[in-house]
């Protein structure tokens, strides 16, 4: 199963997720992130990855121009709302929801527009756009996964990660606060073990 360690903000972790066997790695630019890092910042770290790990970057209050030069070194963005332009390569743009029921989703025609669609936890008070510890809505994303190239996100963790595959059956499983030490700063282990969970189910 393809894992994506989110949440990167240094060089170690980056080889760390690589090095490990991990699909993607994710970079949040969103500012009021606790796992914020500078588009400069993660142009310097993915210069040093191999080419065969993609590339991601989280786009919350961006604009057409900011997603471009993104786009320049990363492989895919991850936005939490549509995407106005007609310009842009949809297929490079992952289009993450904070949905807990269908009549949350936008219509068919408009998710299939997009490369991937990543299934986070529902939004609640706090605002947050991911890395919070919350479960998604397993069941929805298991409808979702029938009809698109499901990444599924929220509350994973190398306990549950398994069981989480085994129900859903996603495209991929994306992971931030459940491999880390502290906000920003990933846990060998708990990335190491994450992978080996995923990596044993196909």
């Known amino acids: 199963m393809k894992a994506k360690i989110c949440g990167i903000t240094n060089l170690e972790d980056a080889l760390l997720a690589t090095n490990n066997g ?9 500012k009021n992130s606790p ?5 400069k910042k993660a142009k310097e ?36 709302k549509q995407s106005p332009s007609v310009f842009l390569d949809k297929k ?34 706090d605002g947050l756009f991911g890395g919070t510890g919350r479960l998604a809505n397993w069941d929805l994303a298991k409808e979702l996964a029938k009809n698109y190239k499901l990444i599924l996100a929220g509350g994973l963790n190398y306990s549950n990660v398994e069981e989480a595959i085994k129900q859903v059956q996603p495209f991929a499983v994306d992971v931030a606060s459940g491999v880390e030490a502290r906000p920003g700063i990933k846990n060998p282990a708990k990335i190491k073990e994450f992978l080996i969970r995923c990596k044993n189910i196909k």
């Open 22 to 30: 991990a699909w993607a790695i994710g970079f949040n630019f969103y």
């Open 92 to 125: 490079r743009i992952i289009l993450a929801l904070q949905a807990s029921s269908k009549d949350e989703l936008p219509t068919s025609s408009i998710l299939q527009e997009y490369g991937f669609i990543l299934l986070d936890a529902p939004k609640q008070q």
């Open 45 to 80: 770290i993915t210069s040093q990855l191999p080419m065969h790990i993609i590339k991601v970057g989280i786009l919350i209050d961006y604009s057409q121009d900011t997603m471009l030069d993104a786009l320049e070194f990363l492989d895919l963005v991850q936005i939490y």
């Open 35 to 39: 796992r914020y890092v500078s588009i």
